[in-house]
């Protein structure tokens, strides 16, 4: 199994709501991330998790709460966001501990914050 | 040609032809480097990498160039395809620390058929 999924594929939520997004892969890879991309640009990395340990959090607000239940799960779990956080949310992962590791991504969550 | 709108550089190429695309890196220190495509509505696809040991590798139909001196990578497609039609992201490591991907701006590729 190559692929890495992510639910759900769209979702709509009011800046009041909790809601979580999920990735899962079953590679072995001990390295997870969460990237955020808006509309005709690059993605940016949010959080790195290497062998279910927070290693990178690249300053992003709190409203956004990552979680790695173990190693083929990542949650992003989401409250209190803004219109401006409406984006595409990508998961990837990778092999850790070895330096030149190519990420594999999900198609992404497009998620609307009304 | 090769043009830049609002946001999105583009390159149109005629099916058959084939494509470079550029991307300029920030970091003298980055040591690794990666070319992703991403198709409409899916995540970013590996297509090659380099280190920064190597200044060619070649993939099937894809070459990757990279000239530290004036921080510049490239992206050759030969024979360009219609689903080859994709914004081409590089992607530069830097830092020491695994997963510390930076990913340029993205050039759209439009192949003519």
């Known amino acids: 199994d190559t692929e890495v999924t992510q639910t759900p594929k769209h979702l709509v939520m009011g800046m009041t709501n909790k809601k979580s997004l999920k990735c899962e892969q079953h590679?072995?890879?001990?390295?997870m991330y969460w990237y955020k991309q808006k509309a005709k640009k690059p993605p940016e990395l949010m959080f790195v998790?290497?062998?279910?340990?927070?290693?990178i959090n690249e300053s992003v607000p709190s409203r956004f709460s990552p979680e790695c239940p173990n190693s083929s799960l990542l949650n992003l779990h989401l409250h209190a966001l803004q219109p401006e956080d409406s984006a595409l949310y990508l998961c990837a992962s990778s092999q850790a501990g070895t330096y030149y590791n190519e990420q594999f991504f999900g198609p992404g969550t497009r998620l609307t914050v009304l | 040609g090769e043009s830049v709108g609002l946001h999105l550089p583009t390159l149109s190429v005629q099916e058959g032809d084939n494509s470079i695309i550029n991307c300029a890196y920030s970091n003298s220190a980055s040591d690794y480097f990666i070319w992703y495509k991403q198709e409409s509505g899916k995540g970013p696809q590996f297509i090659i990498d380099?280190?920064?040991?190597?200044d060619k590798r070649q993939g099937q139909r894809v070459t990757v160039l990279l000239n530290k001196t004036v921080k510049h990578l490239s992206l050759q497609i030969a024979a360009t395809q219609p689903g080859d039609s994709a914004v081409y992201f590089c992607?530069?490591?830097?830092?020491?620390?695994?997963?510390?991907?930076?990913f340029g701006k993205g050039t759209k590729l439009s192949v003519k058929p």
């Open positions: 590679m072995g890879h001990r390295a």
């Open positions: 380099i280190r920064s040991n190597m």
């Open positions: 998790y290497s062998y279910e340990k927070l290693s």
């Open positions: 992607a530069e490591n830097y830092g020491g620390s695994q997963g510390n991907l930076i």
